[in-house]
């Protein structure tokens, strides 16, 4: 099959790079425009999220074995402009997701040396103009959504999405906590609550909190106020306890969550706030017969089915603030500061 083209691909494009690890050494780089090889899709990226991760990585802590130049972020949403030879899921013009998990198209986690390979990680990330990459990496981006909103799915959603519904079953009238207001907790919020489940919101800041609320949430702890949050939240659940818990701080937090489980519940582990070593006594787990479950954001077919559950609930990701891709930097330092929602690069103006 002949490669397809909409436009002239001929030039440079922009993009963020590293050469040496340390946020410090960041620089806006102009590259050539990559052209699509057999099987891949050219796409003009429009806007990429944020995530925590991104920090670990700039920061110092994530590489191990990512290439050079190192080209961050994983969450984009784009135009397909020009497709390669044998190109058949998607065509020249149609909006896509780049999915997370670049080769983890559907069942148990494949174990390839270890892990799977994502983007912005393993694999080169995705802040830049222009991004080729296989069809097979890709899925169509929500039709309700504009592309500041959709590029915050393929991360922070679709882990929410996988630990509640894919993995978690969560059911009407259950209880669903989640701890601190950045995407992952506001996504689980959303749609959690129009599943019919109950959320408690865990959180430092009483605005937050009142804002979560007003998102779905049905209760809210202040963290400072209440240190002893599994109680508050055995109380508030008749004595019962959660059904489902996203640990998204680590440590000894985990020890909290699982005391606040309720009989059969589960502990989702996501955050690393506190560091990637947790600790926890076992016997709540053992009176409880809980499960605790890791979860590695997800796989295409689940992302496929979060675009249409997003399609299907018009649900609206929460979005703190957007930054030209100049301002990258500053979109880091507002990451750095503890957003509420989403921060978004916008990648065309």
């Known amino acids: 099959m002949a490669r397809q083209r909409s436009e002239t691909m001929d030039g440079v494009m922009k993009r963020w790079e590293l050469r040496r690890p340390g946020r410090a050494n960041l620089e806006l780089a102009s590259v050539a425009i990559p052209t699509p090889a057999a099987g891949e899709a050219l796409v003009r990226v429009s806007a990429v999220s944020l995530n925590y991760r991104e920090k670990l990585f700039l920061d110092g802590a994530g590489y191990s074995d990512v290439p050079w130049p190192f080209v961050p972020t994983s969450d984009m949403v784009g135009e397909v ?23 983890w198209v559907d069942g148990p986690v494949p174990r390839v040396n ?5 983007l912005g990680g393993s694999l080169p990330g995705v802040l830049s103009e222009y991004v080729a990459m296989p069809e097979s990496w890709l ?30 079953g969560v059911r009407p009238g259950q209880t669903v906590v989640t701890q601190g207001t ?73 020890a909290r969550s699982v005391s606040a489980l309720a009989p059969g519940g589960r502990v989702t582990l996501i955050g690393v706030l506190d560091g990637f070593d947790m600790r926890f006594p076992v016997v709540p787990l053992f009176q409880t017969q809980g499960v605790i479950q890791g979860v590695l954001v997800g796989n295409r077919r689940g992302l496929e089915n979060f675009v249409r559950a997003v399609d299907a609930l018009r649900l609206e990701p929460v979005v703190d603030a957007t930054y030209a891709l100049r301002e990258f930097p500053k979109a880091l330092e507002h990451l750095d500061r503890g957003p509420f929602g989403k921060v978004v690069v916008r990648v065309r103006e």
Not at 89 to 95: D, I, L, M, N, Q
Not at 143 to 162: E, F, H, I
Not at 215 to 223: C, E, N, S, W
């Open 81 to 103: 402009v020009a497709t390669g030879g044998g190109v058949t899921r998607f065509k020249v013009g149609e909006r896509v997701l780049a999915a997370f998990n670049a080769d």
């Open 182 to 254: 950045g995407g992952v907790s506001l996504f689980a919020v959303q749609f959690a609550s129009a599943l019919g489940a109950r959320v408690i919101v865990t959180s430092g800041d009483e605005e937050k909190l009142a804002r979560a609320k007003k998102l779905g949430a049905a209760h809210g702890i202040h963290r400072r106020q209440t240190p002893d949050w599994e109680k508050a939240v055995v109380e508030l659940t008749g004595g019962r306890g959660a059904d489902h818990i996203l640990e998204m701080v680590g440590g000894d937090n985990l």
């Open 114 to 118: 270890g892990s799977v390979r994502s």
């Open 139 to 168: 899925v169509a981006a929500p039709r309700t959504l504009d592309d500041v909103r959709a590029s915050t799915l393929p991360c922070a959603g679709l882990t929410a999405w996988t630990a509640l519904v894919e993995l978690g």
